[in-house]
Structures are given as structure tokens and as C-alpha cells.
């Protein structure tokens, strides 16, 4: 047609592969950068990563918290426990010290020369018969507390599991979402 340019398709195929392949090019640089989403060149994936190693890390310091806090009231408890006890060795010991005495035949100032009657004549010192019920009771209280502490002990293993399935449902639960999401 006359006062239009004719066409020329003789060199247009090799420039029009090489528009392919700089497309081609550019879709896969796009692809290797499409996560980049802050200047300083962190993708997204790392920030999340980041952010949760961070959010895990300030729950353990949460629960290093509370399980310090635990732990100091454990041990004063067993302070307590330990100075019971060595009060319960202390009358022990001085209830053998008496029996030892009257079997010997020594006479001590508190025994007012009574080691010469019988078992059945001496007077019942009521010190004695306080402490072995004080031994008696102390004992009988560790005994309480030690299944006190089996008690808490079983108690935070059973909280320990109950929070690890809660959480395995939640990871369950996201991946569903998230597996849902994937296929629409």
C-alpha cells in the first residue's frame, strides 16, 4: 500500500527470541528476589525466623523465671526439712546418751539416782517422752512432705505433656490452614 512502510519479517525472528530470553531472564532474577522485602537485603523468611527464635526466646525466659522462682521455694523448703531433721538427730542422740547411761549405771545429775530401781519404779520423765513423740512426729512429717514433693513432681510432668499436646494441635491445626490455603 502506497504511504505505508512496508514490513520486513527477515530479521525480526532472532530479535524476537532474544526479547524472549531477556524475559525469561528477568522472570527468574524477579523469582530469586521476589522474597526480598527490606532494603538491607533480609528476605521475609529470614525476618520470620528471626522473630520467632526471638519470641522462643522470650519464653524461656519466662520459664526460666518461674521455674527460679520454684526452685528457691524448693529449696527452703528442704532447709527447713534439713534443720527439722538434725533437731530430730540432736534428741535422738541425746535419748541414746540416757539409755546408755541407765544401762551403764552411770547416774547423771538429771537421773537423781534412779539407776538402781527397775524399769517399771523410775519416774517418767516427761522430757523423754516428748522428744521420741517430737522424733515421732518429724518423721512421720518428712514422710508427708517427700510424698508431697512426689505429688508436685507428677503434677508438673502431667502439666508439661498436656501444654507439648496443646501445642502439637496448634502446629496441627496451622498446618491444615495453611495446607488449605496452599490448594485453593
Known amino acids: 500500500e502506497p504511504g505505508h512502510p512496508t514490513l520486513s519479517y527477515a530479521g525480526t525472528e532472532s530479535e524476537i527470541a532474544k526479547i524472549k530470553q531477556r524475559v525469561i531472564r528477568a522472570a527468574q532474577h524477579f523469582a530469586k528476589y521476589r522474597g526480598t522485602a527490606f532494603q538491607d537485603g533480609r528476605t521475609e523468611n529470614e525476618d520470620r525466623t528471626f522473630g520467632k527464635r526471638k519470641s522462643a526466646m522470650a519464653e524461656i525466659g519466662t520459664e526460666t523465671e518461674q521455674r527460679k522462682q520454684f526452685i528457691t521455694e524448693t529449696e527452703h523448703r528442704i532447709a527447713e526439712l534439713e534443720q527439722q531433721i538434725e533437731k530430730g538427730r540432736d534428741i535422738d ?54 510424698q508431697s514433693r512426689e505429688y508436685s513432681s507428677i503434677k508438673e510432668r502431667l502439666e508439661a505433656s498436656r501444654q507439648s499436646i496443646a501445642e502439637r494441635e496448634r502446629e496441627a491445626a496451622k498446618r491444615k490452614r495453611h495446607d488449605r490455603g496452599m490448594s485453593r
Open 93 to 146: 542422740e541425746r535419748i541414746q546418751r540416757i539409755k546408755e547411761r541407765r544401762t551403764v549405771g552411770r547416774t547423771s545429775p538429771l537421773d537423781r539416782g534412779d539407776t538402781r530401781r527397775t524399769g517399771t519404779e523410775r519416774p517418767a520423765y516427761r522430757g523423754t517422752k516428748d522428744a521420741a513423740q517430737r522424733i515421732s512426729d518429724l518423721e512421720r512429717e518428712i514422710k508427708q512432705r517427700e
